[in-house]
């Protein structure tokens, strides 16, 4: 069946601009969840979805940084006003119990 | 930071028994032990988790010692796609837990 995408796969910021990650999780799954994996590292949590609910949002680095489940499927990560640290992987992951199944990842350059 | 050591890599010959260890000595008695791997270029694939009994599955087994500080994930005949990063995650039992990654055993696997 259909796995995690993201969308897009690779995307190109100018520093200061404004982008927006989408994530398509599994259908049917309540937990949604957001890494950011900077290069050479492993990945790190940034947020927590529980159908539409945010429940944890400790992880993101910065006011800079929104996520949003309206409607308990998709999500999006909005990032304002990018900056070159920026600069990583952005994973998604679903889950129906205990494992999480991990999308392809949005590589975000900023330059 | 991450509840878990591992080395920072190995290497196994093809067609071999590859061990991953890993100490997680400060393991809480309702927390599990799970296994992801990254291929180059690939988001997290979930392995294998236990809380306290060996455990097999089609892609490994895992060990767990009976204290519970230790494990070793077995990849028993290791072949070139294996060539990965190993994470070892200690996290708790339901779909809430977010995973906290270290960096992980890079595992090369050669001909």
């Known amino acids: 069946g259909a796995g995690v995408s993201q969308s897009p796969r690779y995307k190109v910021a100018k520093r200061g601009q404004d982008v927006a990650l989408r994530c398509d999780p599994i259908?049917?799954?309540?937990?949604l969840f957001w890494y950011q994996q900077a290069l050479g590292q492993g990945p790190e949590f940034l947020t927590y979805?529980?159908?539409?609910?945010?429940?944890?949002k400790s992880g993101l680095p910065s006011d800079r940084f929104f996520a949003e489940r309206p409607e308990g499927s998709v999500s999006t990560l909005k990032i304002q006003r990018t900056q070159q640290e920026d600069s990583a992987v952005y994973l998604c992951?679903?889950?129906?119990?205990?494992?999480?199944?991990f999308g392809p990842g949005t590589r975000l350059l900023v330059l | 930071d991450a509840k878990t050591t591992q080395p920072p890599s190995m290497d196994c010959a093809e067609g071999r028994a590859a061990n991953l260890p890993c100490n997680h000595s400060?393991?809480?008695?309702?927390?599990?032990v799970y296994w992801y791997r990254q291929i180059h270029s690939q988001g997290p694939q979930y392995i294998i988790h236990?809380?306290?009994n060996n455990e097999t599955n089609e892609m490994a087994s895992l060990i767990i010692t009976e204290d519970r500080k230790s494990s070793t994930l077995i990849l028993p005949h290791a072949t070139l796609r294996d060539t990965a990063v190993y994470y070892c995650?200690?996290?708790?039992?339901?779909?809430?837990?977010?995973?906290?990654f270290g960096t992980g055993t890079r595992l090369q696997v050669f001909p």
């Open positions: 992951a679903s889950s129906p119990s205990r494992s999480q199944y």
């Open positions: 259908s049917g799954h309540v937990s």
């Open positions: 979805f529980q159908n539409e609910a945010q429940l944890d």
């Open positions: 400060t393991i809480s008695g309702n927390e599990y």
């Open positions: 236990g809380l306290k």
């Open positions: 995650i200690v996290s708790g039992a339901d779909n809430t837990d977010k995973l906290i």
